[in-house]
C-alpha cells in the first residue's frame, strides 16, 4: 500500500540557515512526488513535482528537492530560509487517481 | 482563472443538521476530490470523482456523500452532522490522467472549516 511519511513534525531554523525536510514513501511502482506548503489558513500551494528524469527538481520561491530511489526519499531543501517560509510542509505521493499525503512538518523561523 | 473556489469559508453545524460544501473549478478538470484536514494527521480523501456522473469513495467516505452532474461542481453532502466531522475540508482539481497513466498536479481550493457542536 502506498504510504508518505515525514519523520519531522515540526522544525526550527534561524532565518538564513538551510533546511532540510524529510520525506520517505512506500511505493510499488515509479512514484510521482509532491511537495505542497499550506500556509495558516490557506489552502495548499505546490512547491514542486517529480515525474521523471532529472532527480534533482527546482521548485518555486528558491525550493529544490532530491529523489533517491535507493533510499525512498524525497527530501526537500532550501539553502537560504526566509521569514516568510513560516508554513506546514506536506510531502505527497501520486498514484494514478489518488494522492496520498504525509502529515505535514511545522516550520518555524526565528529572525 | 479563479481556480478552484470553496463556499462557505467558515460554518457551525448543531449536531444532526446537514449541509453542503461547495466546490467549483474552472480549468476543465476531469478529476475533482474532497479531503479532511485534522490537526497533525495530514489530508485524508473522502470522495472523488473521474468525471462527470462518476464518484468513488476515498479513505474515510462515511457520514458524506457526493455528486457531479458537471464537470466545473463537485459539492460534499453532509446529512446528519457529528463532531466527528469537525474538521477543515479541502476541494482539489486535476487534469485527466493520460493513456499510459501516471498522475498530474492537483490544485486545491482554500477550504471550508467546519465545527459540529
Known amino acids: 500500500a502506498q504510504s508518505v511519511t515525514q519523520p519531522d513534525i515540526h522544525i526550527t531554523v534561524s532565518e538564513g540557515a538551510s533546511l532540510e525536510l524529510r520525506c520517505n514513501y512506500s511505493y510499488g511502482a515509479t512514484p510521482y512526488l509532491f511537495w505542497y506548503v499550506q500556509s495558516p489558513g490557506q489552502g495548499l500551494q505546490l512547491l514542486l513535482k517529480?515525474?521523471?528524469?532529472?532527480?534533482l527538481v527546482q521548485g518555486i520561491k528558491g525550493f529544490e528537492a532530491e529523489f533517491k530511489r535507493s533510499q525512498s526519499s524525497f527530501n526537500l531543501r532550501k539553502p537560504s530560509v526566509h521569514w516568510s517560509d513560516a508554513a506546514e510542509y506536506f510531502c505527497a505521493v501520486g498514484a494514478r487517481n489518488q494522492f496520498y499525503f504525509g502529515t505535514g512538518t511545522s516550520l518555524t523561523v526565528i529572525p | 482563472n479563479a481556480g478552484v473556489t470553496q463556499t462557505p469559508k467558515f460554518r457551525i453545524l448543531k449536531i444532526g443538521q446537514s449541509m453542503t460544501l461547495q466546490c467549483t473549478q474552472d480549468?476543465?478538470?476531469?478529476?475533482m476530490y474532497w479531503y479532511r484536514q485534522d490537526p497533525g494527521m495530514g489530508l485524508k480523501l473522502i470522495y472523488y470523482?473521474?468525471?462527470?456522473?462518476?464518484?468513488d469513495k476515498g479513505e474515510v467516505p462515511n457520514g458524506y456523500n457526493v455528486s457531479r452532474s458537471t464537470t466545473e461542481d463537485f459539492p460534499l453532502r453532509l446529512e446528519l452532522a457529528a463532531p466527528s466531522q469537525t474538521s477543515v475540508y479541502f476541494c482539489?482539481?486535476?487534469?485527466?490522467?493520460?493513456?499510459?497513466?501516471?498522475?498530474?498536479?492537483?490544485?486545491f481550493g482554500p477550504g471550508t472549516r467546519l465545527t459540529v457542536l
Open positions: 480549468m476543465n478538470h476531469n478529476y
Open positions: 517529480y515525474f521523471s528524469g532529472d532527480t
Open positions: 470523482s473521474v468525471g462527470a456522473g462518476i464518484t
Open positions: 482539489a482539481s486535476q487534469r485527466a490522467i493520460g493513456a499510459l497513466g501516471g498522475t498530474d498536479t492537483q490544485y
